[in-house]
């Protein structure tokens, strides 16, 4: 069984480096989500041997790429890695056929032979009437079929995505976003996608490692991500309120404050995360005696198309989500004062080492 295991740290500059434990399964689509600057792509330049790493290995089927303790580090052209680069990176000078042939020239096929595999990979990506045009004259769509098919055609073992979509338009996304969903699933090796978007995280991987200043941060499905998230920019991408404190018998203590939760058999340290969509906002005390409740004031208020998202102030500061339509019922502006409620049984708890 092929499988990638990337376990390395590697220095990029005096203050940053990249230090990551990461594995992709056979048959199976990892996403590597973060932040600009976190360190997705060194991972990427890394695994295809474009940056050496200064300590740990990189395997890809039992085989070593990477292992400076050992001495044995695998030029790019020693390894089947298939690579799609977030600016696609055509050769301007080069027809569609000839771009997707590039690879495959430097891997002992004639000419010929190189040509005529680049022909069935245009087919196959719907960009063989394609074959004769230049990088200049193809939609952001185009290019990105033809990146993939050069990247397919050298029968790689390991599929890289360095940030695939993100140089796509809304509408283009959409439509290669699913083209790129069909071709991962028939692609047999590990799949690797380095992206910040988290929709694209969510609708394509099988699991998902979060890189936060050159460090992961979390993994799991995208399920566990979305529901447990670990860190406040797991947090966020989730659409959901982090918040550390000491839980006893049902009651978390957060900076003074306390928050009700449904789970009375957890006790110390924990993260709470609380969807946005759970705040509820009232200009007036909540009736029912809601277990969680307070006064506080909106401190920031963003408008989202339909949706509207606000910041509150202390006692616990809180993203709350809300339809355009209830914000204009409720009439608040920055600066009002408000109350927030949320149902304890809205609050999830994760025990925090």
Avoid at 93 to 121: C, M, T
Avoid at 260 to 279: S, Y
Avoid at 309 to 316: D, F, K
């Amino acid at each position: 069984m092929s499988s990638l295991l990337a376990r390395f740290s590697v220095q990029r500059s005096e203050s940053f480096v990249v230090d990551v434990d990461i594995e992709v399964g056979q048959g199976e689509t990892v996403a590597l989500l973060g932040p600009n600057g976190a360190g997705k792509s060194s991972v990427v330049a890394a695994v295809a041997g474009l940056l050496p790493i200064d300590s740990g290995r990189i395997e890809l089927g039992g085989s070593v790429l990477d292992d400076p303790a050992a001495d044995v580090f695998v030029p790019p052209e020693g390894r089947q890695v298939g690579v799609v680069f977030q600016d696609f990176l055509l050769f301007p000078h080069l027809s569609v056929i000839e771009n997707i042939a590039f690879g495959l020239s430097g891997r002992a096929r004639s000419r010929a032979e190189a040509r005529s595999v680049a022909s069935e990979w245009a087919e196959r990506l719907d960009v063989g009437s394609l074959g004769n045009k230049r990088p200049g004259d193809l939609s952001g769509g185009e290019s990105q079929r033809v990146a993939l098919a050069r990247a397919l055609a050298v029968s790689p073992d390991v599929l890289l995505l360095d940030e695939p979509l993100s140089a796509l338009d809304v509408t283009t996304r959409a439509e290669v976003r699913r083209v790129l969903e069909d071709h991962l699933a028939e692609f047999e090796g590990p799949r690797l996608f380095i992206t910040h978007d988290p929709t694209d995280a969510y609708l394509l991987a099988d699991r998902i490692y979060l890189i936060e200043n050159g460090v992961i941060t979390q993994a799991g499905t995208p399920d566990e991500i979305r529901l447990r998230p670990k860190t406040r920019y797991a947090a966020d991408l989730a659409g959901a309120n982090l918040l550390e404190g000491t839980v006893r018998n049902g009651v978390v203590a957060v900076d003074g404050h306390t928050v009700h939760v449904a789970d009375e058999l957890i006790d110390g340290r924990v993260l709470l995360a609380i969807p946005a969509t759970a705040v509820s906002i009232h200009t007036t005390a909540p009736g029912g005696s809601p277990r969680n409740s307070w006064s506080t004031t909106v401190e920031r208020l963003e408008h989202l198309g339909s949706r509207a998202r606000l910041q509150t102030g202390g006692p616990v500061p809180l993203t709350a989500e809300l339809t355009e339509a209830a914000l204009l019922d409720l009439g608040i502006q920055p600066g009002a004062a408000i109350w927030v409620a949320i149902k304890a049984t809205e609050v999830s708890v994760e025990p925090f080492d």
